[in-house]
């Protein structure tokens, strides 16, 4: 069966620190893979998306980049992080079907 | 573009109540309509989905029915357990600009707390 992880699972950074957020997909080969914000309270905000390796499409401006060094890992990064990066970090895999599938999240908190 | 509509919550309700979470789409295609919850601190889970209209999805108790005439993707439990408190979120997915990636567009979130 497949399983999606992610860390770490909670993190604490001051203002103008570097990010490393990963996330891996076991199980499956070829997924696509999406990384999503969710601020306190609110819905979730699409960042970035992938349907392959080195392959990433942006949704919104900002910060944030993303890569994808191997089939089965997608990783988010940032230069300098602000306050208005924190927030709930989730990663997903979808494969042939429509749905996706939620890893468990990074709470981070940036100080 | 396609969008989602929830209620606004957050929705109280006592145990054994019955539940239903309104969902209204639009979109350019033939979406598939999900519902997700999301556990206090956790991931999302995919609740149930629908792929074409008049398709009912079910599971642990809940339902939704895709209606293509009126746009709506409902969410109903006949008797809500102090464990269904989460956040429901109702979702489509539709070729839209992005081909094989087929995103997701997630509706805002309904808070739904059960009393005992």
């Known amino acids: 069966s497949q399983t999606i992880h992610q860390w770490p699972a909670t993190l604490v950074q001051p203002v103008g620190s570097p990010l490393s957020l990963e996330c891996t997909v076991e199980g499956t080969s070829n997924p696509n893979l999406y990384w999503y914000r969710q601020a306190a309270g609110r819905g979730l905000q699409l960042l970035f998306y992938s349907v392959g390796i080195g392959q990433i499409s942006s949704e919104v401006p900002q910060n944030l980049s993303a890569s994808r060094p191997q089939d089965r890992q997608f990783i988010l990064s940032s230069k300098k992080l602000l306050l208005s990066d924190s927030g709930f970090y989730l990663c997903?895999?979808?494969?042939?079907?429509?749905?996706?599938?939620f890893g468990p999240g990074t709470r981070l908190t940036v100080t | 573009g396609d969008s989602v509509t929830q209620m606004e919550g957050p929705v109280t309700l006592s145990e054994e109540a019955f539940l239903t979470i309104n969902c209204t789409y639009t979109a350019t295609g033939y979406p598939s309509l999900f519902w997700y919850v999301q556990y206090p601190g956790e991931g999302l889970q995919l609740l149930l989905k629908a792929t074409k209209a008049d398709d009912k999805g079910s599971n642990k108790g809940f339902e939704a029915t895709y209606r293509k005439e009126t746009t709506s993707f409902h969410l109903e439990k006949g008797s809500v357990q102090v464990s269904d408190s989460a956040v429901y979120f109702c979702?489509?997915?539709?070729?839209?600009?992005?081909?094989?990636?087929?995103?997701?567009?997630f509706g805002s979130g309904t808070q739904l707390t059960v009393l005992p």
């Open positions: 997903a895999w979808k494969q042939s079907s429509y749905e996706q599938y």
């Open positions: 979702a489509l997915s539709d070729l839209g600009t992005s081909g094989s990636a087929r995103q997701l567009t």
